[in-house]
């Protein structure tokens, strides 16, 4: 375990390196206060906690203590003292405890939070930040986090668990992974990330790494459902690939050869007439068997709850009108999100770059990815 050597400060929470006599924030000497304590020595004692001032439209909130080492008092030599010193004379550094324990499975965000106006540490428990006194956000007190790594800093990345197979639903009990690491493979039994209670997870499903120039990447582990990026607007498609809306899985394919061709006899098979179509868009179901195939008309299929090519009544995640997929005349498919509250989400191929705002499905659990400037 790692210790930080150093002050905090009684008043404000903030942290000094040693052989600082004073806070760089709001002034206050540090170390330890002086008092006689009898005959000609004195004792050095830690300072007693204070009420932090109060700010616009926020009750005053109490700060604790400075931490100490296991040795609490300290003797100083007559000799060297004077009448005349100031009762908060400096005396020696104080050893702080280690922030945060990596080893820890599960924590209070606020724990790690990072201030998001001057990117400084918050303690468990404070409403403010003791550089700056910007206010912590009131979902992230109640929040809990799975620690990756000591602190998020600049640049890096945390999931943040929107619904899931054991996670709350409700936004104000947030579930995040922190990524600080260089990568953090993820799955149902393997990897940093572990979805243990979701059996469409893959014992190992993706794997989220950066890249050299500090991107982002996902990359799909030979998962076998997948992994499913949700579309901003319009996102080319190929015959083959799968997408989600609301809670159908859909595979595009092309229109698949002629076979109505005549018996040897020159007898014709009889059926419904048909009718061109460039493309078609088919339902998996769960185990892989297909369902309802709807071909296109004229270049494109709609999905959605009424009044669609493909219509889903009883599915509560599915929009009135989700999404089309359509052939575009210079002869490329395309998948258009209709402006669904629940998006639509393509499958990846391979490994794909992540940006702040992301939303992805890895088995049935739903992720957004978390950026800090």
Not at 26 to 43: H, I, N, Q, Y
Not at 195 to 213: E, K
Not at 343 to 355: D, K, P, Q, S
Request: proline share 7%; net charge neutral; glycine share 10%.
């Amino acid at each position: 375990m790692e210790i930080d050597v150093g002050f905090v400060c009684g008043r404000c929470d903030a942290y000094a390196p040693l052989g600082a006599k004073a806070c760089t924030s709001c002034g206050e000497a540090l170390g330890f206060t002086t008092e006689p304590a009898g005959g000609d020595s004195r004792v050095a004692r830690p300072k007693l906690p204070r009420r932090a001032p109060a700010r616009a439209g926020h009750e005053p909130v109490a700060v604790p203590p400075t931490p100490v080492a296991s040795a609490q008092v300290a003797e100083v030599r007559s000799s060297g003292a004077r009448k005349d010193e100031p009762a908060n004379q400096f005396v020696g550094p104080v050893k702080i405890p280690a922030r945060f324990a990596v080893t820890e499975a599960l924590m209070d965000q606020a724990r790690s939070y990072v201030c998001k106006k001057c990117y400084s540490p918050v303690p468990q428990g404070h409403k403010f930040c003791g550089r700056c006194g910007e206010p912590v956000p009131r979902e992230v007190l109640t929040a809990q986090t799975l620690l990756l790594s000591k602190m998020l800093e600049p640049g890096k990345a945390k999931l943040v668990v929107i619904k899931g197979e054991g996670f709350q639903a409700d936004p104000s009990d947030e579930t995040a992974f922190l990524l600080g690491g260089r990568q953090h493979p993820a799955g149902r039994t393997q990897g940093d990330i572990l979805f243990d209670r979701d059996s469409w997870v893959s014992p190992l499903h993706a794997t989220f790494y950066y890249r050299d120039d500090g991107k982002l990447v996902i990359r799909d582990e030979h998962s076998l459902n997948g992994i499913f990026l949700r579309i901003k607007g319009t996102a080319t498609i190929q015959p083959g690939d799968l997408f989600l809306s609301g809670e159908q899985v859909f595979r595009l394919d092309t229109t698949p050869r002629a076979s109505d061709g005549g018996e040897a006899d020159g007898t014709q098979f009889y059926s419904s007439p048909k009718r061109p179509s460039p493309f078609r868009v088919v339902q998996i179901l769960r185990g892989g068997t297909t369902a309802t195939q709807v071909c296109a008309r004229e270049a494109s299929v709609t999905v959605g709850r009424e009044g669609c090519d493909m219509n889903f009544p009883n599915d509560p995640y599915m929009s009135t009108r989700h999404c089309k997929v359509e052939l575009t005349s210079a002869g490329a498919y395309q998948l258009t999100d209709s402006g669904s509250k629940n998006g639509t989400y393509l499958a990846i191929h391979g490994e794909r770059e992540l940006v702040h705002g992301d939303y992805l499905f890895i088995g049935r659990e739903l992720l957004r990815v978390d950026i800090s400037a």
